[in-house]
């Protein structure tokens, strides 16, 4: 009998691969809030009908003394990838924060390493007095098989409605220690269209790495290489040089204990009619209610923020969206500082926006993946130390995935409410996760309960800290030239 074949791991997917610490698993998290009730013998038979359909979700890691490969799993068994369990439910205890518990309980219990890195569980959802049952859905995905934005492509396939990946034959991979593996994760990556996907520079960057890439007027091509290599060293060394972000009780030593927490959606259509008339995007509105939250939480715990900043690590896609089926991760990484010691929601706003510019000039992501790729190639104590050297400068892991426009519905049940976490690296314990859905925008946070306890006392700040933008919009003159 031959050997299954073998699919060699990508660089940067090795490097996450070997990020798992016993404080933090590199899992993406997520939770489906569906009605009714769906059964566990339909999750099977549409996950075996849609999801496998994906070759990745049937392979297992192999490691080699040049890394690892994807191999086909010989034994799979989807009975074991998804299951099903009833909610404990403490006396006392509303359902939703049971729920919480458990989605926190399985942040911090790893993957079978023998098997594909995946796994459902189907939580039955209680009765909450309206005649109708629930179920939640909790997905488990470890980060080496994809980042947040092919995941979210590859579960709206099992969707009503979803499509299928394209038939396409086996991609086959340069060796590991192939010499074209910088041009690979450096050029690539950002030679296309891309470059408009991440929203960084648009025009003016994607044609700088395209003249980079392939010079076709040797001055014109050489004083644009110049420049785009000054502004590379540039932003290399500000990546380097990052100065601590301010000590708080965020940060600390981190430990296996975690907390989730979410709250109710704020409507889409008030964000971008706050972000007009502040002359703010969808973006910074968000992020300055994330700063704005954070910090009235700190002042509550007894913290003078006058004057502090937390640096949090924002990622950047660095595909097209329509190739996100691939899955792998293609994404960058930019630091943003959050000015949590401003108290005034404008002033506050104004800060972050100025500090989202200024992150547009640059080739911060790109250079971020590449360092992801050769921390792959490391041995991962060599790896750890890289890697550790950004994480003990960061307070926070952020990331913003644009969801549906409209509500979903898998097996005939509405997906009410979707949320998702990002896992963070090495002490990092903060984990801010922002996702728009069917006309709302979910604030979610995963936290170490060893530094913040208590997450909802944060996500119960966001609504409010939204309403304050809210309201000094409305305060504007509205009709005047």
């Known amino acids: ?36 009730a769906l059964g566990l013998a339909e999750l099977r038979e549409r996950v075996g009908g849609a999801l496998l359909k994906y070759g990745r979700f049937r392979q297992k890691v192999v490691h080699d003394a040049l890394g690892a490969s994807w191999v086909e799993d010989e034994a799979f068994d989807l009975d074991h990838h998804v299951t099903a369990e009833t909610l404990d439910v403490p006396p006392g205890t509303a359902p939703l924060e049971a729920l919480k518990t458990r989605v926190a309980e399985l942040t911090g ?16 959802w209680l009765d909450e007095g309206d005649g109708q049952g629930r179920s939640a859905l909790i997905a488990r995905v470890h980060h080496c098989v994809g980042d947040g934005i092919a995941l979210i492509s590859v579960l709206l396939s099992i969707t009503d409605g979803g499509t299928p990946p394209p038939v396409r034959e086996h991609d086959v991979e340069p060796p590991a220690d192939s010499a074209e593996w910088l041009a690979d994760v450096f050029i690539k990556p950002v030679a296309d269209v891309t470059i408009k ?33 000054a502004q590379a060293v540039s ?23 975690k907390r989730v927490a979410w ?3 704020l409507p889409l259509t008030e964000v971008k009619a706050v972000g007009q008339a502040l002359d703010a995007s969808i973006n910074d509105v968000l992020l300055s209610c994330v700063a704005g939250a954070i910090g009235s939480y700190l002042r509550e715990q007894g913290e003078d923020t006058a004057g502090k900043e937390i640096r949090a690590m924002i990622p950047f896609n660095l595909r097209p969206l329509d190739q996100a089926w691939k899955l792998g991760n293609r994404f960058g990484l930019v630091p943003l500082v959050l000015p949590i010691g401003i108290e005034h ?115 119960e700040r966001f609504q409010p800290e939204f309403e304050q933008l809210l309201y000094l919009a409305l305060m504007l003159p509205w009709g005047e030239d």
């Not at 791991?9 to 939770?31: E, F, K, P, Q, T």
């Not at 079978?112 to 569980?121: C, G, K, N, T």
Request: aromatic share 6%; hydrophobic share 45%.
């Open 109 to 124: 219990d790893p993957l079978d390493s023998d098997r594909p890195l995946w796994q459902f569980h189907l939580v039955e």
């Open 1 to 36: 009998m031959s050997a299954p074949r073998a699919e060699r791991m990508s660089r940067v997917d090795y490097a996450w691969l070997r990020m798992d610490s016993d404080a933090n698993l590199m899992m993406i998290v997520g939770v489906w809030l569906l009605e009714p």
């Open 197 to 229: 996907a991440i929203g960084l520079t648009g025009d003016g960057m994607a044609k700088s790495i395209e003249l980079m890439a392939h010079p076709t007027q040797p001055l014109a091509g050489g004083l644009e290489i110049a420049r785009i290599g």
């Open 235 to 257: 932003d290399l060394a500000s990546l380097a040089l990052m100065p601590d972000d301010s000590p708080t009780r965020l940060k600390g030593k981190a430990t296996p204990g």
């Open 345 to 459: 929601p404008v002033e506050r706003l104004a800060a972050v926006r100025a500090r989202m510019n200024a992150l547009k000039g640059g080739y911060q992501p790109v250079l971020v993946f590449a360092l992801l790729a050769l921390a792959g190639l490391l041995v991962k104590p060599a790896q750890d130390a890289m890697l550790n050297l950004f994480a003990k400068k960061t307070t926070a892991v952020m990331t913003n995935v644009p969801g549906p426009r409209e509500a979903l519905r898998m097996c005939g049940r509405t997906i009410r409410q979707v949320m998702f976490w990002v896992p963070q690296s090495g002490d990092i314990g903060l984990g801010v996760s922002i996702l728009s859905y069917a006309g709302g925008v979910q604030f979610g946070l995963i936290t170490d309960d060893a530094m913040c306890p208590d997450p909802e006392a944060i996500i």
């Open 263 to 265: 709250g109710e959606p």
